[in-house]
């Protein structure tokens, strides 16, 4: 098993260029979610899904949109890219089931920069 | 105010030392509380959750405190591979609430 999988690894944009932000996980997952982390804010929720076709905001959505068509699949598009959105970019899947989500596995992360 | 919140660190302490830290959360509808672990430039693994009655995995022991709203961790007879961030997990009922902590640095020396 792979688990999760992100590509790319590291990415330079410039501002206002869009890209998409690949995830993947061969678990069977129902729940995915697309995190970022910055120094000292922690882990924040971007996006969320329960199961393909389903998709919800998180903490922090704006400027991004997703779609899970499949159950494995849950990409992350950077509409029009700013320098605030500079970041490491975490996936994430878990079992989909009440407090079991808190129990998640990552992806290695995309390391962006928006210049 | 954070909604989770942890002393940063870095906790510099000798190999074989007991070490302890502490999460606090602010929101009392919080249900269910996690420990992950980050090595650096890597993903966040989940360590262990953390139970009402508190649980052990081997040197690893994880307190949930609901009065006074902290999770807590000790590691005992740390190891060098110990040294790593280790963020604290407050989860509500809802799956869009999921807070992380910013984490608390451990180094571990020889």
């Known amino acids: 098993n792979a688990g999760v999988t992100q590509t790319p690894k590291f990415q330079v944009l410039k501002t206002g260029q869009s890209m998409t932000l690949q995830c993947a996980q061969d678990?069977?997952?129902?729940?995915m979610s697309w995190y970022r982390q910055d120094p000292g804010m922690g882990l924040r929720l971007i996006h969320y899904s329960v199961g393909a076709g389903i998709t919800d905001q998180g903490e922090v959505p704006n400027g991004y949109n997703v779609s899970r068509s499949t159950t494995e699949d849950f990409p992350l598009r950077l509409l029009s890219a700013a320098p605030s959105q500079t970041s490491v970019y975490f996936c994430?899947?878990?079992?989909?089931?009440?407090?079991?989500?808190?129990?998640?596995?990552f992806g290695p992360g995309t390391r962006l920069t928006v210049l | 105010r954070k909604e989770v919140e942890q002393d940063p660190g870095p906790f510099n302490v000798p190999e074989g030392a007991t070490v302890a830290f502490n999460c606090t959360y602010s929101n009392s509808a919080s249900q269910s509380f996690f420990w992950y672990r980050q090595d650096c430039r890597k993903e966040p693994k989940l360590l262990m959750s953390v139970y009402s009655s508190g649980n052990e995995d081997g040197r690893f022991t994880a307190q949930l405190n609901r009065a006074s709203q902290y999770i807590s961790l000790l590691i005992r007879d740390s190891k060098l591979s110990d040294s790593a961030t280790y963020l604290c997990?407050?989860?509500?009922?809802?799956?869009?609430?999921?807070?992380f902590g910013s984490g608390t640095r451990l180094s571990i020396r020889p």
């Open positions: 678990m069977n997952h129902e729940y």
């Open positions: 997990v407050a989860m509500y009922s809802s799956a869009s609430k999921i807070i």
């Open positions: 994430a899947s878990a079992i989909t089931g009440g407090l079991a989500l808190g129990a998640q596995f």
